[in-house]
């Protein structure tokens, strides 16, 4: 997408998971929109906003195969998600949603990890908090794995708890060590 808000037709659906209702739309590039919210309205207020110059069509029947892709992607946020993405935004934005992808399911890593880690100085941390703040593709481009340097939570835009029980679910898939508990 190349600004924000700036794409012609938006298809979009909506579902429930464990974590509550969901809304994914879709541009014809990809998915451009992942989000969290209690009622389906709430969701499309939040779309609309989010896309104020789109069109929004609601997506039949076929668009269930995508709903399904993504209930499945927040119900097993170990696996890899294949449908294509159409993210917003320059190249420090494009770079800094890649390595967010990078992160391993259940791993967190701070803001000047992620700036190092696209060859920005740390001080480009809070370019990189600002880039998660506006994420609109929620766990698909898995923003509540980044976290402060002093290892507690940003402002995860869809609250504490969806962002806890991400980790937490995504925790339990992660391989045991054969030394724990080992004298």
């Not at 890899?80 to 949603?97: K, N, S, V, Y």
């Not at 000047?112 to 920005?120: L, P, S, T, V």
């Not at 703040?133 to 340097?149: D, F, L």
Request: hydrophobic share 40%.
């Amino acid at each position: 997408m190349e600004e924000k808000g700036k794409t012609d037709v938006l298809t979009f659906g909506t579902g429930n998971s464990s974590l509550g209702k969901f809304l994914v739309a879709s541009s014809d590039k990809g998915i451009c929109a992942i989000l969290f919210g209690d009622t389906k309205d709430v969701l499309f207020e939040e779309l609309r906003r989010e896309f104020p110059d789109a069109t929004c069509v609601g997506g039949g029947d076929e668009y269930g195969n995508v709903i399904g892709a993504v209930g499945y992607l927040i119900e097993h946020p170990e696996s890899e998600f294949q449908l294509p993405l159409d993210t917003a935004g320059g190249d420090f934005e494009q770079l800094t949603r890649a390595a967010i992808r990078t992160i391993c399911a259940g791993k967190t890593v701070s803001h000047a990890e992620i700036a190092r880690m696209i060859g920005a100085s740390s001080e480009s941390a809070r370019y990189v908090a600002d880039v998660c703040a506006k994420n609109t593709i929620a766990v698909a481009v898995p923003c509540h794995r980044v976290e402060e340097a002093d290892g507690v939570g940003p402002q995860y835009r869809w609250g504490e708890r969806i962002r806890r029980a991400l980790l937490i679910r995504e925790k339990a898939y992660l391989p045991k060590s054969p030394w724990v508990g080992f004298p």
